[in-house]
């Protein structure tokens, strides 16, 4: 089964940077396009990036756009969320998720956080001010 291991949340303060990575233990064809959840207690799980695995346009929210960037490396099956100008409304557990391609049109999975096929078991970002 896959699993998807996230790593590099923490505390920082308001304006710092984090930088995320998700682990895949081996891809599938469910994972072409992969992505970066939030979920803050009480809200709903929100979509923050995607990108496509082939291509890798990128698709964000408008809540982080200009701030974070999704990247990713291939041969080490490895996604990253780099955050910079971190607001204390980022505050949240950050999950990883993987999805069929098609989810990546116009940046669906964002919205569609039930389009996901393997989620990770995520990794908490605290930012005060």
């Known amino acids: 089964e896959v699993q998807l291991v996230e790593s590099g949340g923490g505390s920082v303060q308001a304006g710092g940077s984090l930088r995320l990575s998700c682990a895949a233990s081996?891809?599938?064809?469910?994972?072409?396009?992969m992505g970066w959840f939030r979920q803050a207690p009480g809200n709903e799980r929100e979509g923050v990036a995607a990108i496509y695995r082939n291509g890798g346009i990128s698709y964000y929210a408008d809540s982080v756009k200009g701030r974070f960037a999704i990247s990713q490396d291939n041969a080490k099956n490895t996604l990253y969320l780099q955050m910079n100008s971190l607001k204390p409304e980022d505050t949240a557990m950050y999950y990883c998720?993987?999805?069929?391609?098609?989810?990546?049109?116009?940046?669906?999975?964002?919205?569609?956080?039930?389009?996901?096929?393997?989620w990770g078991q995520g990794t908490q970002v605290t930012v005060s001010s």
């Open positions: 081996e891809y599938t064809h469910y994972m072409n396009c």
């Open positions: 998720a993987a999805a069929r391609g098609s989810w990546c049109a116009e940046g669906a999975l964002l919205h569609r956080p039930d389009a996901t096929a393997y």
